[in-house]
T-cell receptor, first 113, second 112 residues
């Protein structure tokens, strides 16, 4: 059974709309992350959370807002979607933010038309 | 500015050969270097990692060679198998750092 669940697996949205990407981890980890993977680009770090608190934010745009309702949840809300937001978004977790071994979910593939 | 570089972008080897994947970095503060393996439709998974105090790390058929002076490392996949066909990412971070910086990946195809 997957230990990090991301929903949905595929998502199609229209420009200007808003979507929420869901992530739940069942590894008992205290740190969670969002990464973005675009075509021919490296995995790009976006956010890190520890005990539901924001630790790092490398995303310039405020259109991306992580939301943590529980310790094992870290959703990603994206507003005013643009075609350039099309990418696969990966959720990851680790024991703590000082523990560098990341475990990744299978990703949500977002296409913005 | 790409802090972690990988080459080649893609690589094809015959079954049984050794695949060599290269990685270089710029930040002298980086001292933890994991390699992740990713299959299509899946998230990356940790394969093997090395700390900068070591120059070699082996795990089965996978070996990392690390040259701190030149800021280079390589992943050797010995006796390559078709099941090794995947994309391999080199990553780096300062020990205890919060954000892994990934390279662009090397896609390996192993032909039977």
């Amino acid at each position: 059974d997957p230990k990090i669940i991301q929903k949905p697996k595929y998502l199609v949205a229209v420009t200007g709309s808003e979507k929420i990407l869901i992530c739940e981890q069942y590894l008992g980890h205290n740190a969670m992350y969002w990464y973005r993977q675009s075509a021919k680009k490296p995995l790009e770090f976006m956010f890190s959370y520890s005990y539901q608190k924001l630790m790092d934010n490398q995303t310039a745009s405020s259109r991306f807002q992580p939301q943590s309702s529980k310790k094992n949840h870290l959703d990603l809300q994206i507003t005013a979607l643009k075609p350039d937001d099309s990418a696969t978004y990966f959720c990851a977790s680790s024991h703590s933010t000082s523990q560098n071994t990341l475990y990744f979910g299978a990703g949500t593939r977002l296409s913005v038309l | 500015q790409q802090q972690v570089r990988q080459s080649p972008q893609s690589l094809t080897v015959w079954e049984g050969e050794t695949a060599i994947l290269n990685c270089s970095y710029e930040n002298s503060a980086f001292d933890y270097f994991p390699w992740y393996q990713q299959f299509p439709g899946e998230g990356p998974a940790l394969l093997i990692s090395i700390l900068s105090v070591s120059d070699k790390k082996e795990d089965g058929r996978f070996t990392i060679f690390f040259n701190k002076r030149e800021k280079k490392l390589s992943l050797h996949i010995a006796d390559s198998q078709p099941g090794d066909s995947a994309t391999y990412f080199c990553a780096a971070t300062p020990q205890g750092g919060r954000a892994l910086i990934f390279g662009t990946g090397t896609t390996v195809s192993v032909s039977p």
